[in-house]
């Protein structure tokens, strides 16, 4: 697995093009596991991504898996008992990756998450609305993350718990005011 989300095509000897087969790999993976749920393949599979998230060479693989987690969640009905915890924790670890594309894919795939597991993302997730902000004070309006890391900001705080946030507007508003003109 690690293979087709590492994969790429030398177009010529100087320039490199990455495949969209991390992409093709990610969705088709996530309708599998969509016809697995309530098996334990499902789970098994779901394992191996977040084997994969832990990663430390070449950030493809760890980004490779946050997609295919992102298209699972969005198309599963339920995510097992079992995984839902660890999958949220193992997402939450990404947001602090060094690479841009695997913090905004980290953030796109906690969306889904949100939506249909509030609970679970705010139980084991207490910091994450604080761990957001102080990455967008870390980066430019211009940074590739900053539009999904708003995105789950924003979802965060419009959701039915976000009074459990003891969050200061004076001292929030000004670091997420730059982005607010995009």
């Known amino acids: 697995m690690s293979y087709c989300?590492?994969?790429?095509?030398?177009k010529s000897l100087t320039m490199r093009v990455v495949a969209p087969i991390r992409e093709t790999c990610a969705q088709t993976l996530s309708?599998?596991?969509?016809?697995?749920?309530?098996?334990?393949?499902?789970?098994?599979?779901?394992?191996i991504l977040l084997n994969l998230l832990k990663h430390n060479?070449?950030?493809?693989?760890r980004h490779g898996a946050l997609l295919t987690l992102k298209y699972t969640f969005n198309i599963l009905k339920e995510i097992p008992n079992?995984?839902?915890?660890?999958?949220?924790?193992?997402?939450?670890?990404?947001l602090k990756d060094e690479s841009d594309d695997v913090v905004a894919t980290?953030?796109?795939t906690l969306l889904p998450v949100v939506t249909h597991y509030e609970s679970?993302?705010?139980?084991c997730a207490p910091g994450l609305i604080g761990e957001l902000i102080s990455l967008l004070d870390s980066m430019d309006d211009l940074n590739s993350a900053a539009s999904s890391i708003m995105n789950l900001l924003a979802?965060?705080?419009a959701s039915n718990?976000?009074?459990?946030?003891?969050?200061?507007f004076a001292q929030v508003l000004p670091k997420i005011f730059p982005f607010c003109r995009h």
Do not use: H
Request: positive net charge; contains cysteine.
């Open 161 to 168: 718990s976000a009074e459990k946030f003891k969050l200061s």
């Open 120 to 123: 679970v993302v705010l139980d």
């Open 31 to 47: 309708i599998i596991c969509n016809r697995l749920n309530d098996q334990p393949q499902c789970s098994t599979l779901i394992s």
């Open 57 to 61: 060479g070449t950030w493809e693989i």
């Open 82 to 94: 079992d995984m839902q915890i660890p999958c949220v924790q193992a997402v939450r670890q990404c």
């Open 106 to 108: 980290a953030a796109a």
């Open 5 to 10: 989300y590492s994969f790429q095509v030398k």
């Open 155 to 157: 979802k965060l705080l």
